[in-house]
């Protein structure tokens, strides 16, 4: 029994060696992904270190220019400076004074009804035998008007035609109150967007900017009489607007030598009686892909 218990035993000799190969070969295959998964990951870790740096870099350029903007503005816009070693990265900060916080205009304040004149006029086509109407309103600010009704009220006896709406506010038909016979009045109710008149160029110099808005009416051909009237209704205080505020765009960017880290831009109202700043909007915009 002795002697046959050896047999056995050494002919197991040398079947370790597959195992040990197995274990080789799947040490190999795991250990590549491995490594590359930690290189990854310190790689990743270090992008994020560096743009945090970054982004705390950029807001220190926005602190530093709402610090300005507040307690020593700059004389002239755009105003642009550099902020150096800030968490290691200079700073490129650049101060712009705008009429416009993303696509909100920001204008002067109050009431519009002096900035405006609203002027109604009729006369006879004889090629197309109808009477053209011609609504011009002139904005005498340098302001953005927005305009949220139209009225029109015509002489005796004349009466409107169904789609001869044009002009730069609309192309839809009115509604048609009263009767042709004593007067009728033609309301043209804008939604939202309401229609605008840009700001005037230099209304100090009597530079100003005019809207207009026709239509075609039926009439006796003869008429000689008044030409009726029209007004509109403005919106009572212009998107934004809230006391007599100037808004400033302010880019911050951090860079590390030319590469830029990461860019912040922030959109503010300044208050001209109090001084008062308020950040409107805030953006971040990361590094492009690969940087």
């Known amino acids: 029994m002795k002697r046959r218990l050896s047999k056995v035993i050494k002919s197991e000799s040398g079947q370790a ?78 101060m712009e004074e ?25 006369a006879y086509n004889e090629g197309l035998s109808v009477y053209v109407y011609t609504v011009t309103v002139t904005n005498k600010s340098n302001s953005t008007v927005k305009i949220s009704e139209l009225f029109a009220k015509l002489p005796p006896s004349f009466e409107y035609i169904a789609a001869s709406t044009g002009g730069d506010f609309t192309t839809a038909d009115p509604e048609v109150q009263g009767d042709p016979d004593t007067s009728i009045t033609l309301v043209w109710d804008f939604p939202t967007p309401h229609p605008s008149v840009a700001g005037a160029p230099d209304p100090e110099h009597g530079v100003y900017t005019t809207a207009s808005h026709t239509f075609q009416l039926n009439g006796p051909p003869d008429y000689s009489g008044d030409d009726g009237y029209a007004w509109v209704v403005a919106t009572d205080v212009d998107i934004g607007c809230v006391g007599e505020a100037n808004a400033f765009k302010i880019t911050s960017q951090a860079k590390d030598g030319d590469t830029t880290v990461i860019t912040v831009k922030a959109g503010v109202l300044r208050d001209n009686v109090t001084g008062e700043l308020l950040v409107s909007c805030w953006e971040i915009n990361p590094p492009p892909a690969g940087n």
């Open 17 to 94: 060696l597959p195992i040990v190969l197995v274990l080789l070969v799947l040490g190999g295959l795991t250990i590549a992904p491995c490594l590359s998964y930690a290189a990854t990951s310190l790689n990743s870790g270090g992008v994020i270190e560096k743009n945090i740096k970054g982004l705390y870099a950029a807001d220190t350029g926005i602190e530093d220019a709402l610090w300005r903007l507040k307690n020593n503005p700059p004389a002239s816009y755009p105003y642009s400076y550099e902020l150096a070693d800030v968490n290691g990265l200079s700073v490129i900060v650049l």
């Open 98 to 122: 705008v009429t416009t916080l993303y696509g909100i205009v920001i204008g002067s304040p109050g009431r519009h009804f002096d900035w405006l004149e609203v002027d109604g006029s009729m």
